[in-house]
Every structure is written in C-alpha cells, then in structure tokens.
Nanobody, 116 residues
Framework: QVQLVESGGGLVQPGGSLRLSCAAS????????MSWYRQAPGKERELVAS????????NYADSVKGRFTISRDIAKKTVYLQMDSLKPEDTAVYYC?????????WGQGTQVTVSS
C-alpha cells in the first residue's frame, strides 16, 4: 500500500535550518506530484511547496519563497524540504503529500517548532 513517512522535524531557534524528508513506497514515485503542507494549531492546512513528477517545476507559498526549497530524489523515492531562515510562524505539523493517479495520499506528519 502507499506509504509516506516524514522525518527531520524538531525544535530549532529562529533563523535556524531544518531539512524534512519524506520516504515514499507503494506507488510509482516518479510519476507523482509531491508536495509539503503544514498545519498550525487552530489554522487550516496550507500548501507550502510542490514539485512536479519530473522535478522541472516547483511552486511555493508566498510566505516561504526564498527560504524553503523542495527537491526530490527519484532513485531514493524521497522528497525533501530544506527550510532556512526559520521563523516562529513556521511552527506547524508538516505533512508530505503525493498526488498519484488523481488520488491524494498523506503522511502522518512531523512537528516543526521554531522558538528561542
């Protein structure tokens, strides 16, 4: 079955960096659009970044442009989110998403807390 397993979350100080990873299995990773979403307490889940199946197009939320970078490794079936210059408002649970054959699949989420 489809599995998405996130890792790399944690506590970081403002201005710091984290790299999230999402290991995929159970589907054809190379044909899926992959995305990262986040959900802060009391807020709706929002799209952070997405990358096409070929990796040639990337899309970012305005709030993270210039600070976050999404990438994918086809051989490792993994998608990454490099997060730099983190701010307290980036605190949220981050979810990996796969759009494959017109269906959405989700990981269990990983907590990112930005605080001094």
């Amino acid at each position: 079955q489809v599995q998405l397993v996130e890792s790399g979350g944690g506590l970081v100080q403002p201005g710091g960096s984290l790299r999230l990873s999402c290991a995929a299995s159970g589907f054809t990773f190379s044909t899926a659009v992959m995305s990262w979403y986040r959900q802060a307490p009391g807020k709706e889940r929002e799209l952070v970044a997405s990358i096409t199946s070929a990796g040639d197009m990337k899309n970012y939320a305005d709030s993270v442009k210039g600070r976050f970078t999404i990438s994918r490794d086809i051989a490792k079936k993994t998608v990454y989110l490099q997060m730099d210059s983190l701010k307290p408002e980036d605190t949220a649970v981050y979810y990996c998403n796969a759009l494959w054959v017109r269906l959405d699949y989700w990981g269990q989420g990983t907590q990112v807390t930005v605080s001094s």
